[in-house]
């Protein structure tokens, strides 16, 4: 078991009936309940625009608690005396003048304070100035932002700077939840703890990284953000430069927050630029059209619900990323992401080099690297790919491949893998930053981003069609296929 914090906590949740909130925080906070690490005194005060009161909201959350948490983890009165720490407040962001209940509601409070701004991000920099307004807050208050963080570098600029007026660079905790998926975290113990990798994590053993990050589903009636960000600004900026930047980072001199998150700026700023004479052979961008998904006819992005027939925002992106400096000097990274893609699959293919002199079988060297799979979803877990002779009198010196397989649900089966934002939350419960994410990394992701779409608004080609339910665009093999490699598809 894992200790409780050391202090109570005070849980300011604005946005408290919003999806993220619904859907999210609140399985999240009951789930630390649950496994007894809210410590006794913590209190949630659910903060939203809607007309209701404490006793409603409760009702509320436990009809969508039963809903969301699988009926092996909800027990009802873990879950009631849970929403008793719960009590609701009606309140105007906008509004300075309202923010003294919240006060009244700490008045005779001694917790540690969080905020969480489970909002629209234009909505950060409000709160905020009246929270200080109010004399809410301390210089010990943590408080927590979602993604994304604008909608390019100069607005995530605003937002920053609007947060860093009220709040030291240390009280912020902004969200990428990716961060808090297990195998994400394992991915430092896996390259740092074990020389087995750690000797062989650079250009001269590994020939290239893939990383996929693939949606089953369209939009899912999110068509009013969705076709103002794209994938690009949706994943690209944020889960999968991270990604990258956790698998390409050099080793950090501790694992503090700022040791490690020192390490993936180095990465982002060594990315290397793609300039508009690349665009064709190291971009692809895509949106999906009427296809099939589950078996199920699904519509194509233009027709959605509410869509703009003349919409160019794309769903898919594929891009070839290289890396300027000494470790990964030659080593492509290939990244996509898409909606309406055959299934749900979130993985990482480290594709190490193979040996400098082959003895067997010619017409099996194409088996002859090895792979590392890193699993974030649906099954977290990792496989190592490795050759061995295969079985029986008549094979000779037959090859065959196979994986050393780790599956966390399998291998740890007394152990329950918590859901992302139960550990994000429970490190800001902790005050520990690691997890989460500095300004500047922000701002170097959209730096480069930025430069990205800035080529394609230049060029003024539309994205390619792909077929609903399948793996993207012709040109994303084509990308891939054209260095002589193949994307991994491990159905």
């Given at each position: 078991?894992?200790?409780?914090?050391?202090?109570?906590?005070?849980?300011?949740?604005?946005?408290?009936?919003?999806?993220?909130?619904?859907?999210?925080?609140?399985?999240?906070?009951?789930?630390?309940?649950?496994?007894?690490?809210?410590?006794?005194?913590?209190?949630?005060?659910?903060?939203?625009?809607?007309?209701?009161?404490?006793?409603?909201?409760?009702?509320?959350?436990?009809?969508?608690?039963?809903?969301?948490?699988?009926?092996?983890?909800?027990?009802?009165?873990?879950?009631?005396?849970?929403?008793?720490?719960?009590?609701?407040?009606?309140?105007?962001?906008?509004?300075?003048?309202?923010?003294?209940?919240?006060?009244?509601?700490?008045?005779?409070?001694?917790?540690?304070?969080?905020?969480?701004?489970?909002?629209?991000?234009?909505?950060?920099?409000v709160i905020a100035r009246n929270l200080r307004t109010a004399g809410c807050c301390t210089d010990r208050t943590r408080v927590v932002v979602e993604k994304p963080i604008g909608h390019d570098l100069e607005s995530s600029k605003v937002i920053n700077d609007e947060l860093g007026e009220?709040?030291?660079?240390?009280?912020?905790?902004?969200?990428?939840?990716?961060?808090?998926?297990?195998?994400?975290?394992?991915?430092?113990?896996?390259?740092?703890?074990?020389?087995?990798?750690?000797?062989?994590?650079?250009?001269?053993?590994?020939?290239?990284?893939?990383?996929?990050?693939?949606?089953?589903?369209?939009?899912?009636?999110?068509?009013?953000?969705?076709?103002?960000?794209?994938?690009?600004?949706?994943?690209?900026?944020?889960?999968?430069?991270?990604?990258?930047?956790?698998?390409?980072?050099?080793?950090?001199?501790?694992?503090?927050?700022?040791?490690?998150?020192?390490?993936?700026?180095?990465?982002?700023?060594?990315?290397?630029?793609?300039?508009?004479?690349?665009?064709?052979?190291?971009?692809?961008?895509?949106?999906?059209?009427?296809?099939?998904?589950?078996?199920?006819?699904?519509?194509?992005?233009?027709?959605?619900?509410?869509?703009?027939?003349?919409?160019?925002?794309?769903?898919?992106?594929?891009?070839?990323?290289?890396?300027?400096?000494?470790?990964?000097?030659?080593?492509?990274?290939?990244?996509?992401?898409?909606?309406?893609?055959?299934?749900?699959?979130?993985?990482?293919?480290?594709?190490?080099?193979?040996?400098?002199?082959?003895?067997?079988?010619?017409?099996?060297?194409?088996?002859?690297?090895?792979?590392?799979?890193?699993?974030?979803?649906?099954?977290?877990?990792?496989?190592?790919?490795?050759?061995?002779?295969?079985?029986?009198?008549?094979?000779?010196?037959?090859?065959?491949?196979?994986?050393?397989?780790?599956?966390?649900?399998?291998?740890?089966?007394?152990?329950?893998?918590?859901?992302?934002?139960?550990?994000?939350?429970?490190?800001?419960?902790?005050?520990?930053?690691?997890?989460?994410?500095?300004?500047?990394?922000?701002?170097?992701?959209?730096?480069?981003?930025?430069?990205?779409?800035?080529?394609?608004?230049?060029?003024?080609?539309?994205?390619?069609?792909?077929?609903?339910?399948?793996?993207?665009?012709?040109?994303?093999?084509?990308?891939?296929?054209?260095?002589?490699?193949?994307?991994?598809?491990?159905?």
């Amino acid at each position: 078991m894992v200790s409780k914090v050391d202090t109570r906590c005070d849980l300011m949740l604005f946005g408290a009936l919003g999806d993220l909130a619904q859907r999210k925080l609140f399985p999240a906070l009951y789930q630390l309940a649950r496994a007894n690490l809210l410590a006794e005194g913590s209190r949630i005060l659910a903060i939203a625009r809607t007309e209701t009161d404490t006793a409603g909201v409760r009702e509320q959350l436990l009809d969508r608690l039963q809903q969301v948490i699988r009926p092996d983890e909800f027990d009802r009165s873990v879950a009631e005396a849970f929403l008793q720490r719960v009590e609701y407040q009606l309140l105007d962001f906008n509004d300075p003048d309202g923010f003294s209940a919240l006060n009244n509601w700490r008045d005779s409070a001694h917790n540690e304070l969080i905020v969480y701004m489970a909002t629209p991000p234009a909505m950060y920099g409000v709160i905020a100035r009246n929270l200080r307004t109010a004399g809410c807050c301390t210089d010990r208050t943590r408080v927590v932002v979602e993604k994304p963080i604008g909608h390019d570098l100069e607005s995530s600029k605003v937002i920053n700077d609007e947060l860093g007026e009220v709040y030291r660079e240390n009280q912020l905790f902004r969200i990428d939840h990716y961060l808090g998926k297990e195998t994400v975290q394992n991915l430092i113990a896996l390259r740092f703890a074990n020389n087995l990798f750690a000797s062989q994590w650079d250009q001269n053993h590994i020939s290239h990284v893939e990383i996929t990050v693939a949606e089953a589903v369209g939009i899912e009636g999110r068509w009013g953000y969705f076709d103002k960000a794209g994938q690009i600004r949706d994943m690209i900026q944020n889960h999968l430069l991270q990604l990258l930047c956790l698998i390409a980072m050099d080793p950090p001199s501790d694992l503090s927050a700022d040791s490690i998150r020192d390490e993936k700026v180095k990465v982002l700023k060594a990315l290397r630029e793609i300039t508009p004479d690349m665009m064709e052979r190291y971009v692809v961008r895509g949106q999906y059209t009427a296809g099939t998904s589950g078996g199920q006819p699904v519509p194509g992005y233009l027709e959605e619900e509410g869509a703009n027939r003349g919409s160019e925002t794309e769903t898919f992106v594929a891009l070839k990323v290289e890396i300027d400096n000494w470790r990964w000097s030659g080593v492509p990274f290939y990244i996509r992401t898409g909606k309406r893609l055959p299934e749900k699959l979130s993985q990482i293919i480290i594709h190490f080099k193979p040996a400098p002199h082959y003895i067997f079988d010619p017409d099996q060297k194409h088996l002859a690297n090895n792979k590392l799979i890193i699993r974030l979803q649906p099954d977290e877990g990792m496989a190592l790919k490795i050759l061995t002779k295969d079985q029986g009198l008549d094979k000779g010196m037959r090859l065959r491949q196979g994986p050393l397989e780790l599956t966390f649900s399998e291998t740890f089966d007394a152990e329950r893998i918590p859901d992302a934002y139960e550990r994000l939350l429970w490190e800001v419960m902790k005050g520990n930053q690691y997890l989460f994410v500095r300004r500047d990394e922000v701002e170097h992701a959209w730096r480069w981003v930025d430069r990205v779409i800035r080529n394609w608004h230049d060029s003024g080609e539309p994205p390619k069609r792909y077929a609903a339910g399948t793996w993207g665009p012709v040109a994303s093999i084509a990308m891939i296929t054209r260095d002589g490699r193949s994307w991994y598809e491990d159905v």
